[in-house]
């Protein structure tokens, strides 16, 4: 059995000099999760967020929720 492996990639608005998170989103069918990653620490750690945890997170940057922090 072949295990899918994360397709990495960074917001179109992430222009920082790499100071990013980079996620993969391509999990979300086959597992349910959202691999999220220090795009400077490519080796680790990653934690896994639950798809609907993700897109509640977007949503409240979206709507800015987030503006104050």
């Known amino acids: 059995m072949e295990t899918e492996s994360p397709r990495w990639f960074t917001s179109s608005y992430s222009s920082n000099g790499g100071d990013c998170v980079e996620v993969a989103v391509n999990l979300v069918a086959s597992r349910g999760i959202v691999p999220v990653r220090d795009s400077k620490r490519v080796v680790g750690p ?9 897109t509640a997170f977007v949503a409240g940057v979206q709507a800015g929720e987030f503006d104050a922090v």
């Open 46 to 54: 990653v934690f896994d967020v639950s798809a609907g945890a993700f």
